[in-house]
């Protein structure tokens, strides 16, 4: 059972499947996002956390994504918080950085799965 006393800046309820209601979040991920938040100073709206292999969007890929390692997180972010916050985690070496910046749905993905050659940062 994590102690979510420990990520004072988050709810679990933020990270929670919306598919099966599980959250399998890591606890060293999460320290690492608490960490950031912290140097971050603001607060970070979380849109997708933990996703369970048969969640809709995990489901379509070829294999589970990093969502589904409780190591992944996608925040709603735009503009200067936007780059401020993508900043952060390339200084904080983020291992796989998502960027979402067009449309209605803006927000940066975050991961800490170390995957072999895939990009460091990739845009949607």
């Not at 709603?76 to 291992?95: C, I, P, T, Y």
């Amino acid at each position: 059972m994590m102690d979510w006393g420990r990520y004072p800046n988050f709810k679990e309820s933020e990270f929670t499947c919306k598919h099966c209601g599980k959250t399998e979040m890591d606890p060293h991920y999460m320290q690492r996002l608490q960490d950031l938040r912290r140097r971050y100073g603001k607060p970070m709206t979380i849109t997708s956390g933990y996703r369970c292999p048969q969640h809709p969007i995990e489901a379509a890929k070829a294999s589970p994504g990093p969502h589904s390692t409780g190591k992944a997180a996608d925040v709603a972010v735009q503009g200067a918080d936007a780059h401020r916050l993508l900043s952060l985690a390339l200084e904080m070496n983020f291992k796989g950085i998502g960027v979402q910046q067009k449309g209605d749905k803006r927000f940066l993905h975050l991961d800490d799965v170390d995957e072999g050659a895939r990009p460091t940062v990739w845009s949607y």
